[in-house]
């Protein structure tokens, strides 16, 4: 999960403790928000995705999201995901929201395309992951050019 991350793993519980505490104080401080993923059938925890570094001056947002590996494949990100700009751009009235992958991580890419984001440029040897120099793409979907889906499009 974590291998184009750009935070080593946590090993101590209080790291994870903290991780929440940040999470109630985003969306209590009205800076972002970021939403766990049940699936429906079952209700099991496969994820989360959310917008943080809301900046309601430039009424822009950035998108992220991560999902257990025992889930992907599905859609499951894609199907989450794609609720964020909508609630952007029609609840939050944003203009833009952002968001950044690994160049290696083509399954982010993926997801990010299929919502319409566009790739917008390279940001170079932006992080270090595990130790290495990489790169990032830098995405964006600014309200004017998206086309919401008429029907959401459900996992498989
Ligand atoms: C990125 C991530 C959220 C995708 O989750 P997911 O539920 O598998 O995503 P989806 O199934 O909606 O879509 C993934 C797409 O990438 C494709 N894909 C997956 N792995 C791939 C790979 N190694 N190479 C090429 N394409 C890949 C899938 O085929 C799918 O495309 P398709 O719908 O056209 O077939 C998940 O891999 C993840 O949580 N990764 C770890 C955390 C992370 O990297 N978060 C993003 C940080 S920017």
Redesign the pocket.
Known sequence: ??????APPWSERVRSEQFITACRQMAEGGTGARLAVDRVSGGAF??W?GLNRWNPDYRSASL??????A???????????RALPRWAFDTLDLNRVQ????TR????????E?LGFVREGTLREDCVVNGEVSD?WVYGLIRREWRPSSEPVP??
Do not use: P, Q
């Open positions: 999960m974590l291998r184009y991350w750009d496969i994820g995705c992220g999201y991560c999902f257990n590996d889930a992907w494949g599905h859609g499951y990100a894609t199907e989450a995901a968001a950044e992958t690994d991580n083509v399954a982010s890419a993926s997801v990010l299929k990032s996992a498989r």
